[in-house]
T-cell receptor, first 110, second 114 residues
Framework: RKEVEQDPGPFNVPEGATVAFNCTYS??????FFWYRQDCRKEPKLLMS???SGNEDGRFTAQLNRASQYISLLIRDSKLSDSATYLC???????????FGTGTSLTVIP | EAQVTQNPRYLITVTGKKLTVTCSQN?????MSWYRQDPGLGLRQIYY???????DKGDVPEGYKVSRKEKRNFPLILESPSPNQTSLYFC?????????????FGPGTRLLVL
């Protein structure tokens, strides 16, 4: 079983829509979680860290549910520029390894 | 400008011909890492380094070597490349490897092994 799993999509949504991505992790001892954004053929860039209490950055909200072992990303009022692949990342419980999900593709349609 | 650089950006080679992909960061980061990205498999960690002369295997280290003789550089070495190492490779660095820190990625190296 993969350490981190996410629905690959694709998600095609109209501008202004709200879209949510979920990601599950298998290691209950994982300590840190992130969402990265990756544009086509480019390097991943941090979108936001995910904290236990949940956190918000503008139109983006991240949540962590330790009991069910999943993290989520909510994007409100989608913009065309939000079209990208969103990668869920979990930090290992030991050492300093990082585990990436396969990514969820989002296309925002005019 | 703070950045992670990789060279070359694109490389076509033949099976068995040793190659090195360089990675350099100018942020004085202690932690550096190599990933490969393949369709349907996402990014997988190959090796990482907590500091100079300290390296550890990630999930998919077979067929790769690394070295960390200086803080800023973390080259990836393929002693005898094979076609299954055709992939997109990313180098990344983090200040100290703390679990809540951002990883900064290089622009990627596309490798084709014939």
């Amino acid at each position: 079983r993969k350490e981190v799993e996410q629905d690959p999509g694709p998600f095609n949504v109209p501008e202004g829509a709200t879209v949510a991505f979920n990601c599950t992790y298998s290691n209950s001892a994982s300590q840190s979680f992130f969402w990265y954004r990756q544009d086509c053929r480019k390097e991943p860039k941090l979108l936001m860290s995910v904290y236990s209490s949940g956190n918000e950055d503008g139109r983006f909200t991240a949540q962590l549910n330790r009991a069910s072992q999943y993290i989520s990303l909510l994007i409100r009022d989608s913009k065309l520029s939000d079209s990208a692949t969103y990668l869920c990342v979990g930090g290992g419980s030991t050492g300093n390894q990082f585990y990436f999900g396969t990514g969820t593709s989002l296309t925002v349609i005019p | 400008e703070a950045q992670v650089t990789q060279n070359p950006r694109y490389l076509i080679t033949v099976t068995g011909k040793k190659l090195t992909v360089t990675c350099s960061q100018n942020m004085n980061h202690e932690y550096m890492s190599w990933y490969r990205q393949d369709p349907g498999l996402g990014l997988r960690q190959i090796y990482y380094s907590m500091n100079v002369e300290v390296t550890d295997k990630g999930d998919v280290p077979e067929g790769y070597k690394v070295s960390r003789k200086e803080k800023r550089n973390f080259p990836l070495i393929l002693e005898s490349p094979s076609p299954n190492q055709t992939s997109l490779y990313f180098c990344a660095s983090t200040l100290s490897g703390s679990r809540q820190e951002t990883q900064y990625f290089g622009p990627g190296t596309r490798l084709l092994v014939l």
